[in-house]
């Protein structure tokens, strides 16, 4: 048996400013540091040790990664980051308000590039280094993903297409573990971990639109030899 766990990044600077996030390098917020904190220490309440960790190539991934075990006094283990964890790309969105674009293009419309499975968003027409937002600039497409073939890196995406880069990673990397009986926690984002999700539970495209991960809540998965479930509980952190 295998335990994974699950960790939706802290509360992001855009977060906090209620901005389409996406593929753009945020920091934490205060709060955002907060709850990996009390992440951390919630996993250490129960005693899980891990062997191997796993995180996008996104700051505010790696930095709820870090704070959460060094609160549960594992920052020492072996760890791995991969752009395929990362957060799903908005597209044209990315850095405009989310009350801003509903104004604009309607609330049923945002609503359904925010949650439908397979409706994507207005597409980038090409990769952008940076986006500015209130005169900082934040880094997008740079030197972290020079190695990523330019047909790979997304102009914008759906969680079915987050899905189609996050799975095969998942099955070279991250269930091989599992399958060896490693036990593995994940921080990363709230499209990439529910494309985890979806996968997992073997939910359908209807049924995970109503699946949220909260910033910063570890979500717990106790497996099998074959990935099956067998018991599975949302710490409250």
């Known amino acids: 048996m ?4 699950l960790i939706r990044h802290g509360q992001s600077e855009w977060n906090a400013l209620n901005l389409f ?3 753009v390098d945020t920091k934490l917020s205060e709060t955002g540091i907060d709850q990996a904190k009390k992440a951390g220490a919630a996993l250490l309440k129960e005693g899980y040790q891990f062997d191997k960790a796993y995180t996008s190539v996104l700051t505010r991934a790696i930095t709820t990664l870090h704070l959460a075990l060094e609160e549960a006094g594992q920052l020492w283990i072996p760890e791995e980051k991969a752009w395929q964890l990362n957060e799903r790309h908005y597209g044209a969105l990315q850095g405009l308000n989310k009350a801003d674009a509903a104004a604009k293009y309607g609330d049923e419309q945002v609503l359904q590039w925010r949650r439908s499975y397979d409706t994507l968003p207005p597409l980038l027409e090409h990769s952008v280094e940076s986006v500015e937002v209130n005169g900082k600039s934040y880094p997008a497409i740079d030197r972290r993903y020079h190695d990523v073939p330019e047909e790979q890196i997304p102009l914008g995406e759906n969680l079915k297409v987050t899905l189609e880069r996050v799975l095969p990673y998942w099955e070279s990397n991250i269930s091989k573990d599992l399958k060896n009986g490693k036990n593995v926690i994940i921080a990363a984002h709230g499209n990439s971990l ?3 999700v979806k996968h997992i539970e073997d939910i359908s495209d209807d049924d995970i639109l109503g699946v949220e991960i909260a910033n ?4 717990v998965y106790d497996l099998d030899s074959d990935l099956k479930i067998i018991d599975k509980k949302i710490l409250e952190a």
């Open 194 to 196: 529910r494309a985890l």
């Open 2 to 5: 295998a335990k994974l766990v």
């Open 21 to 23: 996030n996406g593929w």
């Open 216 to 219: 910063g809540q570890p979500w």
